[in-house]
């Protein structure tokens, strides 16, 4: 190990390469995958304008605020305000893997500020359409239920919205990127109680990490997700192992249902059915969306959601229903 000088000013010590690459190694750690993917991207775009704008490299890292907030501002009127700050997340990140000094500051968060009063209108995303129970019937209807992969879409369908569940908590983005551990598994799923609801463990949430978080599934009288859950049980097994959104191939293997192939069987039914496409998002909020409109408690809804209180103001649906059912006509307030 290497140690510091006596310089009073130089006391501070210093990691060999080993320790270091460690440390680094350690860091990485610190990002699910897919934000390291859009984090490094977000670098590339840098290092490419301070290419453009003949900075020298080691003027990027670590990077003075005035260069923070001129490569910033080049990106205003053409991305929204989220986006900038984003990607100045992720040269924060790249800072701190390389154990420099991050001079981002005041001036740099006015001009994300700025420039999301700059940010186009055509950037705005239009309003996912939240799933409904309606919809689910659909799938329940046109699903071939009696094969394993559509019994295997259904019981992802109706988990995610009555669980408020992620899709990417239950679901890989691809094949190729499949981690196992990521996923529940067959035994990850706890004992029914009483009413045959089940608690189902997650792996990698979010929120909780590499802690995991426990969803309630709740058996319901339409598109009841434990009925849904029990047909595929019988159809695709339940090996303790086995991770529970897989089905049987046509090759007789199991594979994982990843997130892209269970879009393409909904949406295909849903835009037959004149639905507009949906995201994997459009489940966790439609099942928010529909406890609210059922006059379940928000508290409540927040609670079995694991939602943040910004993130779930920010997707609720229906506010001309919902608002009524809790402050309509309230009963006058008598003061003593």
């Known amino acids: 190990m290497q140690h510091g000088t006596l310089d009073p000013t130089f006391q501070s010590w210093q990691p060999d390469s080993s320790a270091r690459e460690r440390i680094n190694r350690t860091i990485s750690q610190a990002w699910r995958p897919s934000t390291a993917e859009r984090y490094a991207l977000a670098v590339s775009q840098f290092t490419e304008y301070c290419a453009a704008e003949a900075i020298p490299l080691s003027y990027c890292l670590p990077a003075s605020e005035a260069l923070l907030c001129a490569f910033a501002s080049s990106l205003a009127g053409r991305n929204a305000g989220g986006t900038i700050r984003n990607k100045c997340s992720a040269l924060r990140g790249w800072h701190i893997q390389n154990n420099v000094p991050w001079f981002g500051g005041i001036q740099l968060s006015y001009v994300v ?3 999301e009063n700059m940010r186009p209108p055509d950037s705005r995303r239009a309003e996912r359409p939240a799933v409904t129970s309606e919809m ?13 992969f559509d019994a295997c879409v259904f019981f992802v ?41 089940r ?5 990698h949430t979010k929120t909780g990490g590499t802690v995991g978080e426990n969803v309630i599934i709740t058996r319901q009288l339409q598109a009841d997700p434990i009925e849904a859950l029990l047909h595929h049980q019988f159809i695709n097994g339940s090996a303790s192992n086995e991770h529970i959104a897989s089905y049987w191939s046509n090759q007789h293997a199991r594979v994982a ?4 192939k269970f879009l393409k069987r909904v949406n295909d039914i849903l835009i037959h059915n004149a639905y507009d496409k949906i995201s994997g998002h459009c489940f966790r909020i439609g099942g928010t969306t529909h406890f609210l409109l059922a006059g379940v408690p928000p508290d409540i809804v927040k609670l079995m959601g694991r939602w943040s209180s910004d993130a779930f103001l920010r997707y609720w649906r229906s506010l001309e229903i919902i608002a009524p059912l809790h402050a309509e006509l309230l009963r006058p307030v008598l003061h003593s």
């Open 113 to 115: 500020k700025g420039a």
């Open 136 to 148: 689910l019937d659909i799938l329940s209807s046109s699903l071939d239920l009696s094969k394993s």
């Open 157 to 197: 369908a109706t988990s995610s919205f009555w669980g408020q569940i992620r899709l990417g908590e239950i679901l890989p983005t691809r094949e190729s990127g499949f981690v196992a551990s990521n996923f529940p598994r067959w035994e990850d799923l706890k004992v029914p109680n009483a009413n045959g609801s």
């Open 199 to 203: 608690l189902l463990h997650l792996p």
């Open 257 to 260: 249902l990843t997130k892209r």
